[in-house]
């Protein structure tokens, strides 16, 4: 599967460079970070590791440290020492999204086989490991938070940190993420139909609360002041649904080796997305304009960075 920040760099863009350096920074962050034998049984630790190191664009840990980098900048605060600071977070994002991509891909959910260009963990470790994988790497991500950075001599560290942590747990939880993907599997086991409010209400939870999350996450580790919060929030709201726009849109008209996961599923199951609702052409302009106003989020305060890269590289990307 052809990564984002490879296809970047190929594109030439400063951006490229950025997020090949944020992903390899993230990645031997989390083969510090995941637990191995003899600490855990081999076989959990192997589970967690082929799901988390099959590849994946990265997206919300990249996310969190732009969020980072853009509140410490607009503070005249030292970008490097906030992505340092929001680096576990970004890695027990990874975590979080690499679970439900595990338990989504269960025969009691959406039932695939290909996943980030690999037979899913299922297919590869049996059922039961693959639901003990995804509850090993959600609750690791936890203990990753708690643990890591070492905080504890400076209490404004500590209250950013588990502020960052509550947000996270309440997009995870039962009204974020877990939320969405109930009423997911409850129409479609129903075959009940979404209109454009329920669509986006039932996104807005399942893929919309982490990405969020992710932004929210790293703005609060930087000091984010509650202006420069609700900025991100706008920010990290649209691009959420965007991406979710964008990713309808690849189920259509991806191939399956480029998306590293089934392309064309949700048409042959008649689920209800942004093109079977609005076409292809409407579903592009939906999606350009929420990334044009996730734009005018940061602009009103000034908080930019790699933030609008971000948003542009979303809309135009091919997995
Ligand atoms: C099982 C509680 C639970 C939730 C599952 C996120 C999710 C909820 C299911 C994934 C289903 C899916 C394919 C949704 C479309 C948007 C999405 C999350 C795509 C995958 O995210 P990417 O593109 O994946 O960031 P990579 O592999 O690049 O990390």
Redesign the pocket.
Known sequence: MTSPPRAARRDGGDLGIWLADRRAEVDAALDRFLPVAPACPPRVSDAMRYSVFA???R?RPTLALAAAEAVAAANGDDPALARALALPVACALELI?TY??I??DLPA??DDTLR?GRPTSHVVFGEGLAILAGDGLLTEAFALMAREPAVDADPVLVRRKVRAIGIIAEAAGACG??G??AIDLEAAGSGAAFDRDGLRAMHAR??GALIGASAAAGAVLAGATDDQLASIERFAAELGLAF?IV?DILDVEGASADL?KTAGKDAAAGKPTYPALFGLERSRQMSADCVQRALEALRATRLEGRLPDIARWILNRRT
């Open positions: 590849g994946g664009k997206l999204h439900s991509l338990h989504d959910m959406d980030r993420m877990v969405g993907q399942k893929t979710q990713d590293g």
